[in-house]
């Protein structure tokens, strides 16, 4: 069993900085990269970036590049999503994610999720 626990949400003003944390633990040999996802009220949950645990490669959704930056530490089976330059826009709740296959992007092809993290982003 996959437990993932994230942790950094809260309010922040339009341009500023949150870091989020996902604590990975349990049997996570099976899954080969961490996911972020968010969904906003109203909205599915999409695909935010990820990032793979054997070589670092990182990947994000158009909206967010140059202004997110994902993260990972093997030895506390940890990644983390810096968000800078946060815009209204990104206002949702942020699940980390466990899974493995082919494609990066779709959220299906993970297994395991946490709780979520509430990010609110004030104009």
């Known amino acids: 069993q996959v437990q993932l626990v994230e942790s950094g949400g809260g309010l922040v003003q339009t341009g500023g900085s949150l870091r989020l944390s996902c604590a990975a633990s349990?049997?996570?040999?099976?899954?080969?990269?961490m996911g972020w996802f968010r969904q906003a009220p109203g909205k599915e949950r999409e695909f935010v970036s990820a990032?793979?645990?054997?070589?670092?490669?990182?990947y994000y959704v158009d909206s967010v590049k140059g202004r997110f930056i994902i993260s990972r530490d093997n030895a506390k089976n940890t990644v983390y999503l810096q968000m800078n330059s946060l815009k209204p826009e990104d206002t949702a709740v942020y699940y980390c994610?466990?899974?493995?296959?082919?494609?990066?992007?779709?959220?299906?092809?993970?297994?395991?999720w946490g709780q979520g993290t509430q990010v609110t982003v004030s104009s």
């Open positions: 349990g049997r996570t040999f099976g899954s080969d990269r």
């Open positions: 994610a466990a899974g493995n296959g082919i494609s990066i992007f779709n959220r299906n092809t993970y297994k395991y």
């Open positions: 990032i793979r645990w054997s070589d670092g490669s990182p």
